[in-house]
């Protein structure tokens, strides 16, 4: 994760919502360990943002009484957490070994191309942000594309534009 030198200026973000606060606090209640709620609390304050801005980090440790530290650690831990800006719809190809096997490094060519940006790279209009994962735990359908929260199984480089256009 990258973090700006100390008393460097970062954009103004507007806080972690109360509305967010609440649901965090709903979800920590069903737990006896409020750590067992981080999980559950960064995807809260990620579908507010879009992505865990500092702002986020700071409001899930502030509501569940953690470390900011400990807070970001498990958010750069996993892969699904977003800690720069994303586009509009994600795009996870699974490149573990039996998607390597059944062909996804095909699908990864095609959406280099069609997209215009590597992995880890957002379209110019914002559109797109693909990467790649190291398992996304659907090896009887490889290869496998994850895209916001949609799982496509046995992805071949020729649906990719048809897949594509399902997400404007």
């Not at 995807?43 to 530290?69: H, I, K, R, S």
């Not at 573990?96 to 699908?107: F, T």
């Amino acid at each position: 994760m990258s973090v700006p030198p100390a008393g460097a200026a970062r954009a103004a973000r507007p806080p972690l919502s109360e509305a967010a606060r609440q649901e965090i606090r709903r979800l920590a209640a069903r737990y006896e360990h409020r750590q067992s709620a981080l999980l559950p609390a960064l995807f809260v304050a990620q579908a507010e943002y879009g992505w865990l801005p500092p702002e986020a980090l700071e409001g899930v440790a502030e509501t569940l009484d953690l470390p900011v530290a400990e807070v970001a650690s498990v958010a750069s831990f996993y892969h699904l957490f977003y800690l720069t800006p994303v586009g509009r719809h994600v795009v996870q190809v699974c490149t573990n070994v039996s998607c390597m096997l059944a062909g996804c490094g095909a699908v990864v060519a095609r959406l280099r191309e069609r997209l215009g940006v590597g992995p880890g790279g957002t379209t110019p209009d914002g559109r797109f942000t693909w990467r790649t994962a190291e398992c996304l735990a659907a090896c009887d359908e490889a290869p496998v594309v994850l895209v916001d929260e949609d799982r496509w199984p046995r992805v071949r480089p020729d649906a990719v534009d048809e897949l594509l256009a399902r997400y404007p």
